[in-house]
């Protein structure tokens, strides 16, 4: 049941539904997907002009102009009409379509095939005043002129089956509440924390801000007041192969605020203060990981196993030169300089951890064939934690890997660094070619599919 209400996305598939200010909005459980937010409508041409204009001088220029942005993603629901009404930010009822409106009727709001909306709707034409008397909707009590519009398959607009999202017009706004925090999300590629030319922004990623109403990215948060505030990505499921980069604010690296948890991936403190500095960006930088053809030590020990290094012999690549070009080690920590196929085989088979360098050895061996068979390319990238060769976000080569663990092998038995035993240390390099070995772990040249639970 779980992985039935799962909100899923792929990498760059947008859900921008224009119908109101702010940003992107949607039910931590809603049962549908899609986002709303609004447009500006030109009261003269009757056009939608300014998706996400945010605030208004009247009434009238509030328009619901609707669908996602990516011809290929998913809108809210195809072939789908809604009921519409207006409140205030506290629930306040200005507005409904329930009076049904003998011209637009109850569900005035309308989906093509493609979940965008059918037309421009203008937001005061659709709906009636809560007595019925009159078309349009009440004023806002709130000082700030702060409006929210709600879309619904329910007509008592339940939460789950909602999409809501705020506006405002006219209005005295206290002037710190004015802020505005971005939240977005880029793939980092080549994980060096830069947006480097070529690398690609991550649309419909899970986010939020202080724990309000998750949005999916670009996810913008408006009117806010001066004040430290909390920027959060979620992290996927059922998948657990996404990793962070880097997060910025303003362009600037920023130390993450908290290490990760099964539901969060990434999170950053950031402030407003007005009037000079209420305006923040924030970027996430992810990647994910996958196959990248490693072989398993079980196939290096096996008939096929065997028949690729004869064929490397006949191509002369001297695969067990190679290796005793390594410091492979026995479990009795002597070297191991294998010379044919059986003692090889024999090796591989019997590595164990009781002794951590035996272990690293035969991990080590088994990606160096890798290598040298060309199933891996040494200059791809893997998860690397723990090893010295691994740059800030966890990541190296694998050829830097072999390299480490292969010095790694030649350590004496005192801690080569401080607070670090020889054994914890070669652990990391064995679980960094354990992993890549059985073909995961492999940083992808692009982002992958991803989805969060509700």
């Known amino acids: 049941m779980f992985a039935q209400s799962l909100i899923a996305r792929r990498f760059r598939s947008s859900i921008f539904l224009a119908v109101l200010a702010g940003g992107v909005s949607f039910s931590a459980q809603a049962n549908f997907n899609g986002a709303i937010y609004t447009s500006f409508k030109d009261t003269l041409t009757g056009n939608c002009t300014t998706v996400n204009a945010n605030i208004y001088s009247t009434k009238e220029e509030v328009g619901l102009n609707g669908g996602p942005i990516n011809a290929n993603a998913a809108g809210l629901p195809a072939n789908t009409s809604f009921y519409v009404k207006v409140t205030g930010p506290d629930g306040d009822l200005l507005g409904t379509s329930l009076n049904n409106n003998p011209q637009t009727g109850q569900k005035p709001v309308t989906t093509d095939s493609t979940g965008r909306f059918v037309s421009c709707y203008r937001l005061y034409d659709i709906v009636t005043l809560p007595d019925s008397s009159a078309t349009g909707f009440l004023d806002t009590p709130n000082a700030g002129g702060v409006y929210k519009v709600w879309i619904s398959t329910d007509p008592d607009f339940?939460?789950?089956?909602?999409?809501?999202?705020?506006?405002?017009?006219?209005?005295?706004?206290?002037?710190?509440?004015?802020?505005?925090?971005?939240?977005?999300?880029?793939?980092?590629?080549?994980?060096?924390?830069?947006?480097?030319?070529?690398?690609?922004?991550?649309?419909?990623?899970?986010?939020?801000?202080?724990?309000?109403?998750?949005?999916?990215?670009?996810?913008?948060?408006?009117?806010?007041?001066?004040?430290?505030?909390?920027?959060?990505?979620?992290?996927?499921?059922?998948?657990?192969?996404?990793?962070?980069?880097?997060v910025t604010v303003n362009n600037v690296p920023t130390a993450s605020a908290a290490t990760p948890t099964p539901q969060i991936l990434n999170s950053v403190n950031l402030t407003l203060t007005s009037p000079s500095d209420n305006n923040k960006v924030v970027w996430f930088g992810n990647v994910c990981t996958g196959a990248g053809g490693g072989l398993t030590l079980g196939f290096w020990s096996n008939k096929n196993g065997e028949k690729a290094i004869n064929a490397m012999v006949s191509a002369g690549k001297d695969p067990y030169g190679v290796l005793r070009y390594l410091n492979l080690r026995n479990a009795d920590d002597s070297n191991f300089d294998p010379t044919s196929f059986k003692p090889l085989n024999s090796w591989l088979l019997n590595g164990k951890a009781v002794n951590m360098a035996y272990m690293l050895s035969v991990q080590l061996a088994a990606m160096q064939l890798n290598v040298l068979n060309g199933n891996v390319v040494g200059s791809s990238l893997i998860y690397a934690m723990g090893t010295t060769s691994a740059n800030a976000g966890g990541f190296a080569t694998v050829n830097a890997v072999i390299a480490e663990a292969n010095a790694a092998l030649a350590l004496p038995y005192s801690s080569p660094f401080p607070g670090v035993s020889v054994r914890t240390y070669q652990e990391a390099l064995k679980n960094a070619l354990d992993n890549a070995n059985n073909d995961r772990w492999f940083v992808q040249s692009a982002p992958c599919e991803f989805a969060f639970a509700p």
Do not use: C, H
């Not at 880029?186 to 202080?210: P, Q, S």
């Not at 999916?216 to 657990?240: H, S, V, W």
């Open 158 to 246: 339940s939460n789950d089956l909602s999409k809501t999202d705020n506006f405002r017009i006219g209005g005295t706004v206290p002037p710190q509440d004015v802020g505005r925090i971005t939240i977005r999300k880029f793939y980092d590629a080549n994980t060096n924390g830069v947006m480097d030319v070529g690398e690609v922004e991550v649309l419909d990623w899970k986010v939020d801000l202080n724990v309000r109403e998750p949005k999916l990215t670009i996810a913008t948060y408006d009117l806010l007041a001066d004040g430290a505030y909390l920027a959060r990505e979620y992290n996927t499921y059922p998948m657990t192969n996404w990793y962070s980069t880097v």
